[in-house]
């Protein structure tokens, strides 16, 4: 398995702006990935991050809104700007290990206002 | 694209029976199962997985089962435990043609009555 940290853990933020949410583990990954997780609801796929490469989104998301970086192994952020309350959601992020299996992160909890 | 139904949304057992939750996939191309459990505030926990050469694993008091000619897949968790109260959610991808992420049901939440 893996130990993944996520920063924040949570916060709440005013709508307008951006926060970026940092991911890290504590082994080398090729593939890690975010998913958002709106209140109640499961987890849906926002983007695949593979180091030395551009990330790829998935149907209804954006670079724009959710720019992600993946400067080494261990290490991805996800920024979502310019937030709405509809923006309000767990972001986590997860990595491959071996060939197939994921696990995730703590989660972020964030609240826009 | 994928798409998982998972039933059902809510399941109450007492503590000591058996729970199953079911889940459906729509793309034949899928080949990997996993199960993740969910408690309140934290990320999800993966329990156990199947690939689609597999017919049944089996963990301890969880096991899976999948029918690929069906495209269905079930978790089963037997003598139930307090600390088995959560919500499941199970998933599907199909590993080794390029698109690895996850797409999962809705979830169960699960709730084990003392």
């Known amino acids: 398995s893996a130990v993944i940290s996520q920063k924040p853990s949570r916060d709440i933020c005013q709508r307008g702006t951006s926060l970026t949410i940092q991911c890290q583990v504590d082994?080398?990954?090729?593939?890690m990935f975010w998913y958002r997780q709106q209140p109640g609801q499961s987890l849906t796929l926002i983007a695949t991050a593979n180091q030395g490469s551009e990330a790829t989104y998935e149907s209804g998301f954006v670079i724009d809104k959710f720019p992600i970086s993946r400067p080494n192994l261990t290490f991805s952020t996800l920024t979502v700007s310019n937030m709405s309350p509809e923006d309000s959601s767990i972001y986590l992020c997860?990595?491959?290990?071996?060939?197939?299996?994921?696990?995730f992160g703590p989660g972020t909890r964030l609240t826009v206002l | 694209g994928e798409n998982v139904e998972q039933h059902p949304s809510t399941l109450s057992v007492q503590e000591g029976d058996s729970a199953v939750i079911k889940c459906t996939y729509s793309?034949?191309?899928?080949?990997?199962f996993p199960w993740y459990k969910q408690e309140l505030g934290k990320g999800p926990q993966l329990i156990i997985d199947i690939r689609s050469n597999v017919g049944e694993k089996k963990d301890q008091r969880i096991a899976v089962t999948l029918n690929k000619t069906a495209k269905h897949f079930s978790l089963h968790i037997t003598e139930t435990q307090p600390e088995d109260s959560a919500v499941y959610f199970c998933?599907?991808?199909?590993?080794?043609?390029?698109?690895?992420?996850?797409?999962f049901g809705k979830g169960t939440h699960l709730i084990i009555q003392p």
């Open positions: 793309d034949s191309a899928s080949n990997y």
């Open positions: 997860s990595v491959e290990i071996g060939t197939d299996t994921q696990y």
């Open positions: 998933a599907a991808s199909i590993k080794g043609g390029g698109a690895d992420g996850l797409t």
């Open positions: 082994s080398q990954v090729t593939m």
